[in-house]
């Protein structure tokens, strides 16, 4: 079959033929990828930066965010079957472990990250565990390749009260877009959105909610914030741009007592905090990681079946579509900082065989 491998201890990945993998396991499912969003990790893995090269073994397919269908069930599967359309977490838990016994299997002790840990799914074919799989019943399948990362920007908002209170969201990636929106719908008083990309700007200015942008390179980003909120400050802030300056800028406009989440990944794990300050404003910090499983699937699920999150918005997310073997054309965007989510497509591999 075709996947997309990284072959070497160096930047890029290769298009190649490779074995189809087979059910080992009673419990695995075979899927045949249809197609995949693709991820910062994944550009991550691409450039092969210093988290990458302590993650990820040679060689290795790479990608996670999928819809997929299933081809072949293990003898113990059930709740499946041929025929059906998934999604997957890409967190591949134990379920025995205390975290996974105690409702954080998001955060199992013996964690395998799918597309990191173990091969991904930017190939014809792969094998999973059933425990990992999402239907997606009533739901389009054009937006099943961003369940993951709209899951991400559900858990990490879902650590405070957003209801009336003042919320802003650092870097306007497609996962920060996606928090503007959820904390959008779930009744934020003000939500406002820190971004200095003039392409993610523009994207996010179609959409039809009512939020702030602003460009702190061009806006006093704390003058602008005590504006909208009366000079009350900001209540829960989401940092999602993995820009540790942006991070201390923030702080700054926080009200004492709020609410400061954290998902983004830094270049650096060490980074300069005001923490003597930090402590005097009392603010509670959350650092997030992956999604709450399946809590988080569940509420994507329901607004998406309910028309919470309209087709208009979604769709100016999703801003490019490439054949699997165009990859290369999918960093040099990436690298442009010009894209939305951009999708792989898969199915005419499919239509190949």
Known sequence: MKA?????????FEWKDVVE???TKPDQVKIKTLKSSVCGTDYHI????????????IPH??????????????DQVKGFKVGEVIACETHIYCSTCYQCRTGNAHVCENMSILGVHQDGIWAEFQVVPQNILWKLDGIEHRYAAIMEPLGNAIHTLSYSEVRGRHVLIIGAGPIGIMAAYVAYISGAATVTVSEVNQYRIDMLSKFDININIINPIKINLESEIMKITDSHGIDVMCEMSGNDKALRQGL???TSAGDVNILALYPKSMIELPINDLVFKNLKFQFVTGRKLFDTWSVASQWLKQGRLTSKNLNNILTHVFKAEDFEDVFKIMEENKCGKIVLDFTYLNKKN
Do not use: C, F
């Open 4 to 12: 997309i491998v990284k072959t070497k201890e160096s930047k890029g």
């Open 21 to 23: 993998p087979n059910i």
């Open 46 to 57: 691409y450039k092969w930066d210093e988290w990458s090269q302590s993650q990820v073994r």
């Open 61 to 74: 397919i790479n990608g996670h965010e999928v819809l997929a269908e299933i081809v072949e069930v293990g």
């Open 252 to 254: 700054n406009i926080m």
